[in-house]
C-alpha cells in the first residue's frame, strides 16, 4: 500500500509545471474572475451529476446498452473545453459524455440519446458510446480506441486547408498509444504542421489491463518526442493545469508550430463500463484497492478544486451545495424529457444509410 | 476524345480538382505518376493538393473521413485493391457508418480509388477483387467501371457524390481504348444494358463485361442472342434492369471477377432465386473465381479465374437445360 501511495505521490509531485515560456496565459487565468472560475467547478459538478444519474439508471436497467462514465476525470474535460472556442473540434471516444457536457451539448438531447429517443442528439442511432453533435463542433465518437486520431488530423487537415483558424483537440486513453493510428497520426500531424491537439488521458489502465503490463515507460508522452512534436505532461486532477496547459498548446498551435500532445494523468474512479458484468471486475483485485481508495479520497478533481476556491474565498461550502443542488435539478428535468420523449420510428431504421 | 481507361482516370480527376477548390487528392507516390493516371496533377495543382502520403493506409483514410466531414471532399488512392485492408477499421467502422449513427449531421464526399491487379502475375495478395466483402458493409457506395467512358464519368460521380465511394478500378482494362464525351453523366446506381436479346441474360461485373462482349461474335454464330448487363455500380446496385431482362429472357448467367463465395454474382443471384423464381426457365449459372488464394504461376491462375470460355460454356449449359 505504502508503496502504491508513495509510486501516486510522486507522479503528482513530477508533473511538469505550466510551460515558463506562456507565463502570460498563466497570469491571465490567475487573473480570471472568480465566477469564471466558478464556472469550471459548475461544469465539473454538472458532469459528476449527470454521471451518477446515467449509471443510476443503467443500473436499473432504463438503459441499455455500454454506458462509460468519466467520474474523476471530469477536470481534463472541463478544462480542455473550456479553453477551446465554441467553434473548435473535438474529437471523441466511448467514454464520451464529459467531453460534450463541457463543450456545450444539451443535457436534454445528451439523456435522450442515451435512452435511445428519437430527440436524442443523434436520434436514437448512437447511444452512449457515439454520442455527437456538429453543433458544438463535436465530430465523432467512436467506440474503436485509437480510431479517432486519423479523423481529428483530418479535421485539422481541413482546417490548415482552409485558414479557417479552428483547433481540433482529440481525447483518447492510454489504451489507444499501442494502436498503430495513434503513431501514424502523431507522424502525419507533425509532417503537416497540423492544428490539433492530441489530449491523452492516461488513467493508468485499458479496461482491466494495467499500463505497466503493456508499456515500458509509464510517461506516454515521451513518445511524441520521436515523431517532433511539442508535448508534456500534466496533473489531469487539476482543471487549472488543464486549462492553462491548453491556453499554452492553442497559443503554440496559432504560432504556426504544429500539434501538441498533452499527457493528463488521471484516475478512472469507476469500472471501465456500467453494469454487473463490469462491477465483478472489482473484486478480482486486478487494481489495488487502497489505490483506488487513495485518489477517491485525496484526488477528486472537484472537491480538490473546491477546496481551493474555499481557501481563495472565491466560494462557501454552502454555495458550493447550492450548485450541485441546482445541477442535479437540471439532471433531473434532462431526465423527464428523456423518459417523456417517443422512441424513433421503425421507418427510421431505413433513413440517413446514404446522405440524400 | 479517344482516351484509354487510364487517362479517362486522369482526366476525370483533372477536371473535378480544376472544379471544385475543396478536392484534395491523397495517395502514394501519385507525385511522380507511379501508377499512370496522376500525371502532371502535382504539377498543375501543387503539393497543397496533390498529397503525397507516408506509408499510412488507416491514418489516410482517416484524415480523408475527418477532412470530408469539415467540409473538403478528398479522394484518396489507395492503388491495389488490398491496401484497402490496412485502412479496413477506418473504411468500415467509420466511414461507412458515420452518416448513419450520427443521423445525417455530417456529409461524408470521400471517393477511395483502387485497382484490382488479377491475370498479372501478382500472386495471392496483390490480386484481390474484393468488393463483395464491403457490399455486406451498408453506408458505402461502390462502383467498378469496365470501360474508358464508364470509368471517366463514374469517377466523377463519385468525387461529386457526398457519401464515401469505393471506386474499383481493373487493371486489365487500363489500356482499352475508346471515344469519351466528356459531358456524359452516368448517375451511380444505373446499371448499362449492353446488347439486347432475347435468349439469356449475362450480368456482368468489372473485367467480366469485356470477356462477355468478345464472345458476341462467337454466340451469334450458335445463333444464340444474348442480352449483357454490365452492373457498373454495386451499391446502389440497379436490380431492377437485371430483373427487367430476366423476366424476358428466363435466363442468366452472372460474371463476376471476385472469388464466388459470397460473390456480388451470389448476390445477385440470390435476389433474382428469392424474387424472380417463376420467371426462370433454368438454374442461375455463375462465373467467378474459384474460391482459392490466387496462384503466381500464370497456368494455374487461368485455371481459376473466369474466362471468355468459360463463360461461354456456362451459357451452353443453361440454354440446354430444360425441365
Redesign the interface.
Known amino acids: 500500500m505504502d508503496k502504491n501511495i508513495s509510486r501516486i505521490k510522486s507522479v503528482i509531485k513530477d508533473t511538469l509545471k505550466i510551460n515558463p515560456e506562456k507565463a502570460d496565459e498563466t497570469k491571465k487565468f490567475i487573473d480570471m474572475e472568480n465566477f469564471e472560475k466558478i464556472s469550471l467547478l459548475r461544469k465539473m459538478i454538472k458532469i459528476r451529476c449527470f454521471e451518477e444519474k446515467v449509471t443510476e439508471y443503467k443500473l436499473n436497467g432504463k438503459i441499455l446498452g455500454p454506458v462509460h462514465t468519466c467520474v474523476g476525470q471530469e477536470a481534463i474535460d472541463v478544462g480542455v473545453c473550456s479553453a477551446l472556442s465554441d467553434h473548435d ?1 473535438i ?1 471523441g471516444n466511448h467514454r464520451s459524455h464529459g467531453y460534450m457536457i463541457a463543450k456545450g451539448a444539451k443535457i436534454n438531447l445528451l439523456m435522450a440519446e442515451i435512452f435511445g429517443k428519437s430527440t436524442g442528439t ?5 447511444g452512449s458510446m ?1 454520442v ?3 453543433s458544438i463542433g463535436s ?2 465518437a ?1 467506440g ?1 480506441v485509437g ?1 479517432g ?11 490548415q ?2 485558414n479557417d483558424g479552428k483547433i ?1 483537440c482529440v481525447f483518447f486513453g492510454d489504451g489507444a498509444v499501442n494502436e ?2 495513434f503513431h ?2 502523431l ?2 500531424a507533425s ?1 503537416w504542421k497540423l492544428p490539433v491537439i492530441f489530449l491523452l488521458e492516461n488513467n493508468g489502465v485499458a479496461v482491466t489491463t494495467l499500463l505497466d503490463q503493456v508499456s515500458a515507460s509509464q510517461d506516454l508522452y515521451h513518445r511524441a518526442e520521436s515523431y517532433g512534436i511539442y508535448s508534456k505532461k500534466l496533473d489531469g486532477q487539476d482543471v487549472e493545469e488543464v486549462y492553462n496547459s491548453v491556453k499554452s498548446a492553442i497559443s503554440y498551435i496559432k504560432e504556426g508550430n504544429g500539434a501538441v500532445l498533452l499527457e493528463a494523468k488521471t484516475f478512472r474512479f469507476r469500472e471501465h463500463q456500467e453494469g454487473p458484468a463490469y462491477a465483478r471486475m472489482t473484486e478480482t483485485g486486478y487494481r489495488d484497492k487502497n489505490e483506488v481508495n487513495y485518489w477517491i479520497e485525496n484526488k477528486d478533481p472537484i472537491k480538490c478544486f473546491s477546496n481551493k476556491l474555499i481557501e481563495e474565498n472565491a466560494i462557501t461550502t454552502m454555495e458550493i451545495e447550492r450548485i450541485f443542488k441546482e445541477e442535479n435539478k437540471k439532471i433531473e428535468d434532462a431526465l423527464e424529457y428523456a423518459k417523456n420523449s417517443p422512441f424513433p420510428l421503425d421507418k427510421d431504421a431505413y ?5 440524400q | 476524345m479517344e482516351l484509354t481507361y487510364g487517362e479517362a482516370i486522369r482526366e476525370a480527376l483533372y477536371k473535378e480538382l480544376e472544379n471544385n477548390q475543396s478536392v484534395v487528392l491523397f495517395g502514394e507516390d501519385i507525385r511522380h505518376n507511379l501508377y499512370g493516371y496522376t500525371d502532371n496533377l502535382f504539377n498543375r495543382f501543387g503539393g497543397k493538393r496533390i498529397i503525397n502520403t507516408p506509408l499510412s493506409e488507416a491514418a489516410v483514410v482517416g484524415t480523408a473521413i475527418g477532412a470530408a466531414m469539415c467540409g473538403l471532399t478528398p479522394i484518396v488512392d489507395l492503388t491495389v485493391t488490398n491496401f484497402l485492408y490496412v485502412a479496413m477499421d477506418q473504411i468500415v467502422n467509420m466511414a461507412a457508418k458515420i452518416n448513419y449513427m450520427y443521423n445525417g449531421q455530417f456529409k461524408l464526399p470521400l471517393t477511395i480509388m483502387v485497382s484490382a491487379l488479377y491475370n498479372s502475375s501478382s500472386a495471392a495478395q496483390h490480386s484481390d477483387r474484393p468488393h463483395p466483402a464491403f457490399m455486406n458493409t451498408p453506408g458505402l457506395k461502390l462502383v467498378a467501371p469496365s470501360c474508358p467512358q464508364d470509368a471517366y464519368s463514374l469517377l466523377r460521380s463519385a468525387i461529386a457524390d457526398e457519401n464515401p465511394v469505393i471506386y474499383f478500378s481493373d487493371r486489365s482494362l487500363f489500356y482499352t481504348k475508346e471515344n469519351v464525351d466528356e459531358n456524359s453523366n452516368i448517375k451511380i446506381g444505373q446499371a448499362s444494358l449492353l446488347t439486347e436479346g432475347k435468349d439469356i441474360t449475362i450480368v456482368t461485373i468489372s473485367g467480366c463485361t469485356q470477356m462477355a462482349l468478345d464472345l458476341l461474335p462467337e454466340l451469334n454464330n450458335n445463333n444464340i442472342y444474348a442480352e449483357i448487363i454490365d452492373v457498373r455500380s454495386l451499391v446502389p446496385l440497379d436490380i431492377n434492369t437485371i430483373k427487367k431482362s430476366v423476366s424476358k429472357t428466363g435466363r442468366v448467367v452472372i460474371a463476376d471477377t471476385a472469388n464466388k463465395s459470397c460473390s456480388a454474382a451470389s448476390e445477385i443471384s440470390s435476389i433474382l432465386a428469392e424474387d424472380l423464381f417463376s420467371a426462370l426457365k433454368a438454374p442461375i449459372g455463375i462465373v467467378a473465381y474459384d474460391n482459392v488464394p490466387v496462384p503466381f504461376a500464370k497456368k494455374l491462375e487461368t485455371k481459376i479465374m473466369p474466362t471468355k470460355e468459360k463463360i461461354f460454356q456456362k451459357v451452353i449449359n443453361i440454354l440446354k437445360y430444360h425441365n
Open positions: 473540434y474529437v443523434n436520434g436514437g442511432k448512437g457515439h455527437s453533435d456538429i465530430l465523432t467512436s474503436i480510431s486520431l486519423p479523423i481529428a488530423c483530418g479535421a485539422a487537415f481541413a482546417s486547408y482552409k481540433t498503430g493510428t501514424e497520426s507522424n502525419l509532417i433513413r440517413n444509410i446514404f446522405n
